[in-house]
């Protein structure tokens, strides 16, 4: 598609209840990222796949988060049994890889999930 | 650990002055260095970006200036606009095909008319 999508964009859930976050990726695009944002904070990275690379799980807070990815299309994001201090925006990007992007490399991110737990 | 410290938290500038962002990183190993624009509601964008091997690259009214010694480089908004009144976040990435950004906490640029 002609940039990252990613659904939904609002989601307001219980405490406890599990989350399922999606982003559709840029065509083409091998790499993908999630950063977690929270209000008036900066970006918190979280995970990175890369092709069929085993993905970078380094920034998981917490074995209630985990994501997958098909190929190098679409991702998901989960979070189980909910917390307050999970609300944030949820931040999908992609890119083609620093390699092959070069001297202008730089991520393209869609708009985020704002996840409200209540 | 706070990889990428950036500074102020929040601006405010008068419409045609100068915006002066600062970040500072403590990984030598960081060889790119990039800066993003966030309206609200939307995701970041890429603004304008800098390797170690030079020592300022300009775009436009938007100046990056780095200094490898200090390990800090800093974004310049010249004639600043209303326009501009976005949060700028300085960011680092390590040599590799990985390309994952550790970003700085993120300032808020107001420009008043």
């Known amino acids: 598609g002609a940039g990252v999508s990613q659904s939904p964009s609002n989601k307001v859930t219980e405490k406890g209840k599990d989350v399922e976050l999606r982003c559709d990726p840029i065509?083409?695009?091998?790499?993908l990222y999630w950063y977690r944002q929270r209000l008036g904070q900066g970006l918190e990275f979280l995970i990175y796949f890369q092709g069929n690379s085993a993905p970078d799980k380094s920034g998981l807070p917490s074995d209630r988060f985990s994501a997958e990815r098909t190929g190098e299309s679409v991702s998901t994001l989960t979070i189980q049994r909910t917390q307050q201090e999970d609300s944030a925006v949820y931040l999908c990007?992609?890119?083609?890889?620093?390699?092959?992007?070069?001297?202008?490399?730089?991520?393209?991110f869609g708009s985020g999930t704002r996840l409200t737990v209540v | 650990q706070q990889q990428v410290k950036q500074s102020p938290q929040s601006l405010i500038v008068q419409k045609g002055g100068i915006s002066i962002i600062n970040c500072a990183y403590e990984?030598?190993?960081?060889?790119?260095f990039p800066w993003y624009q966030q309206f609200p509601g939307k995701g970041p964008a890429l603004l304008i970006a800098i390797r170690p091997d030079v020592s300022e690259k300009k775009e436009g009214r938007f100046t990056i200036s780095f200094n490898k010694s200090a390990k800090q480089f800093s974004l310049h908004i010249m004639d600043s606009q209303p326009g501009d009144s976005a949060t700028y976040f300085c960011a680092a990435s390590k040599a590799g095909n990985t390309g994952k950004l550790i970003f700085g906490q993120g300032t808020t640029l107001q420009v008043k008319p």
């Open positions: 990007a992609s890119s083609l890889g620093r390699v092959k992007q070069g001297p202008s490399y730089g991520y393209t």
């Open positions: 065509s083409g695009h091998t790499a």
């Open positions: 990984n030598t190993a960081f060889d790119y």
